[in-house]
Structure formats: structure tokens, C-alpha cells
């Protein structure tokens, strides 16, 4: 257990961060998610317009250092390489 009071503060900031951030990935999956279920339900209008709203929110995920940014490059191609692929 920590002693000094630095390192006790250092403890509940970690643990607020370790909440924020637990958050934040799940928000990002459930972005990837809708974009994911619009592909399987063949919808290609939805699957776009759901990727363009999980695009900023992925990369912004970068910045904050939740996701490595080839990650988040990978799945966003990935996501819309498969929407491409779906017919019009």
C-alpha cells in the first residue's frame, strides 16, 4: 500500500482514469458495432454513415492514447474495405 501522499493521489488518478477510459473503449466498440451490424443486415447507406460517425471517435481515441493509431487505421480500413465490397 502506498505510504507517501503523492503516490496516494497517484492511485485515485489512476483509478479515475482507468473508469474514463474503460468508458471510452466501449463507446468506440459500440461505434465499430453498429457499423459492423449495418454490413451484416447488407444496409450499405447505414454502414456509411455509421462508419463516418466511428471515424472521428476512433481517431480521436488515438490522441487520447486508448488505441495505437495503426489499430485504429486498421480497423477503419478494414470496416471500409468491407462496405466497399458490399453490393450498391
Not at 463516418?52 to 474495405?81: C, D, F, I, W
Request: glycine share 4%; net charge positive; aromatic share 4%.
Amino acid at each position: 500500500m502506498a505510504n507517501y501522499p503523492s503516490a496516494k493521489k497517484r492511485i485515485r488518478r489512476d483509478q479515475r482514469r482507468t473508469t474514463i477510459n474503460h468508458a471510452r473503449i466501449g463507446r468506440a466498440r459500440t461505434f465499430v458495432r453498429k457499423v459492423e451490424k449495418a454490413i451484416e443486415d447488407g444496409d450499405r447507406a447505414l454502414a456509411a454513415v455509421a462508419l463516418r460517425e466511428a471515424q472521428p471517435y476512433l481517431m480521436s481515441s488515438v490522441n487520447k492514447g486508448l488505441v495505437h493509431r495503426n489499430t485504429a487505421a486498421r480497423r477503419l480500413s478494414r470496416l471500409s474495405a468491407r462496405i466497399k465490397a458490399m453490393p450498391a
